[in-house]
T-cell receptor, first 113, second 112 residues
């Protein structure tokens, strides 16, 4: 069966510090991978989307970036965090052959102080 | 633009039935999802509708009317564990690929 991991689970970082969140998927090959952010009381906002190694589509221009160095690894980064980067970051995957639903990882709660 | 509306909060009684509505205005519509999200946790998939009509899955059913831009999630025999946020998401083709556009979610509180 497929599983998706994210770490860390929670993170408190000062403004201006760098960020690296990691997501890995097991039990599937060549998945589509996604990064979302959920601000308090708001819907999920798609940040990045990837169909393969090194292929990244950005939805929202901001100080975040994403990379996919391996087939089942997706990384979200920032060089300098802003207060507005606080939120719940969710990684998701979708099979490219079976169905359209996306499956979410456990998430990272980021607080920028 | 893309817009999805659903009520912010709802309350219901254990054992009752509740209907959560979702209306959308999107271009490139390719289906509609419902997800359940408990506080502090990741969303989990509930249902997917791409054709008009009702899809039933145990205590949960989902309905879609594409001509009206309308969907609802019906929860029967409510249990306390159904207290959660319910997210409506439209799968839409935009910018060269299909993506999910989420509503803000409906927070459902089930009382004894």
């Amino acid at each position: 069966s497929q599983t998706i991991h994210q770490w860390p689970a929670t993170l408190v970082q000062p403004v201006g510090s760098p960020l690296s969140l990691e997501c890995t998927v097991e039990g599937t090959s060549n998945p589509n991978l996604y990064w979302y952010r959920q601000a308090a009381g708001r819907g999920l906002q798609l940040l990045f989307y990837s169909v393969g190694i090194g292929q990244i589509s950005s939805e929202v221009p901001q100080n975040l970036s994403a990379s996919r160095p391996q087939d089942r690894q997706f990384i979200l980064s920032s060089k300098k965090l802003l207060l507005s980067d606080s939120g719940f970051y969710l990684c998701a995957w979708r099979s490219t052959t079976l169905s359209y639903e996306q499956y979410f990882g456990p998430g990272t709660r980021l607080t920028v102080t | 633009g893309q817009n999805i509306d659903q009520p912010t909060e709802m309350t219901a009684t254990e054992g009752a039935i509740v209907q959560i509505n979702c209306t959308y205005q999107t271009s490139g519509f390719n289906g509609l999802f419902w997800y359940q999200q408990h506080a502090g946790e990741a969303p989990t998939f509930l249902s997917y509708n791409v054709l008009d009509g009702l899809e039933e899955k145990g205590r949960f059913s989902s309905f879609l009317s594409r001509s009206k831009g309308y969907s609802y999630l019906l929860l029967k025999e409510l249990q306390m564990k159904d207290s959660a946020s319910y997210l409506c998401a439209v799968r839409a083709f935009s910018g060269g690929y299909n993506k999910l556009i989420f509503g803000a979610g409906t927070r459902l509180a089930v009382h004894p």
